[in-house]
């Protein structure tokens, strides 16, 4: 066993959106998405430090206005990962600490998933962690929730858009992938280093290009869920929970 040296919270905060321009500036309960993201993140014990990372003067404005750690990161980047690293290396952060991708449309995001995403890097062979959580199998069915079947130690065996794994009797669980992620530096950096694989671009899931190169997810099973915002019609899912819970 080893303690952790330090986590840093990244989130990506892209400003063009296909379904949804300018989502991260989407106004929740008078504050824009991105606040709300990095409040919860920053209330993770966890976290040494939570940092915006964005493409958007627009963005990276409003969030210096509210008191938002921010990095500005180029356009040009294909991925969330690739922005997360690039914000990561402008920030010097060590190579033996890690790094969490924290998806910046969940502004209902519990900082409790945080802390179970993190727990895994006390071993020191862990390299990267994500999430899942428990669904049904008529959930299972749809593409866009991608399914994760894990070994007995809970690795990762496999990310698909399938049901996996596949039931003969039509029972037993399927655990919903959550795109959070936790990397140690060194793992960020080769992530990003990889070509894409045959995987990852059959699934169009980038996490593939890790299991395809032998580098071990380890999953942790939640009890939270997650409330993503993809479209403008979430907001108010996200302003219900969010006046509720109040944190």
């Excluded at 929740?28 to 920053?42: D, E, L, T």
């Excluded at 894990?150 to 794994?165: Q, W």
Aim: proline content about 7%.
């Amino acid at each position: 066993m080893s303690t952790i040296s330090g986590c840093f919270g990244i989130i990506p905060a892209r400003y063009e959106s296909s379904r949804f321009p300018g989502k991260p500036l989407a106004e929740i309960c008078g504050k824009p998405m991105f606040w709300h993201v990095w409040n919860r993140a920053s209330k993770c014990p966890e976290m040494a430090q939570v940092v915006l990372a964005t493409d958007s003067s627009i963005i990276m404005d409003a969030a210096e206005k509210l008191g938002v750690p921010a990095v500005m990161t180029a356009k040009t980047h294909t991925s969330g990962t690739d922005r997360v690293l690039e914000a990561a290396r402008k920030l010097n952060i060590p190579k033996d600490a890690v790094v969490v991708n924290i998806q910046g449309d969940e502004p209902c995001l519990a900082p409790e998933m945080l802390s179970e995403l993190v727990s895994p890097f006390t071993a020191k062979n862990v390299r990267v962690t994500t999430l899942a959580s428990p669904i049904t199998a008529a959930e299972a069915l749809c593409p866009d929730r991608v399914k994760v079947a894990l070994a007995k130690d809970n690795r990762a065996l496999y990310f698909s858009r399938s049901p996996i794994p596949f039931s003969h009797d039509g029972n037993g669980e399927y655990l919903l992938h959550i795109g959070l992620y936790g990397f140690r530096m060194e793992a960020l950096e080769t992530f990003s280093s990889l070509p894409a694989s045959p995987l990852e671009q059959r699934e169009r899931l980038e996490q593939l290009r890790l299991l395809d190169n032998g580098i071990s997810i380890h999953v942790t099973v939640t009890s939270h869920s997650c409330h993503g915002v993809d479209r403008p019609e979430d907001l108010d899912t996200a302003i219900k929970i969010l006046e509720r819970e109040q944190i």
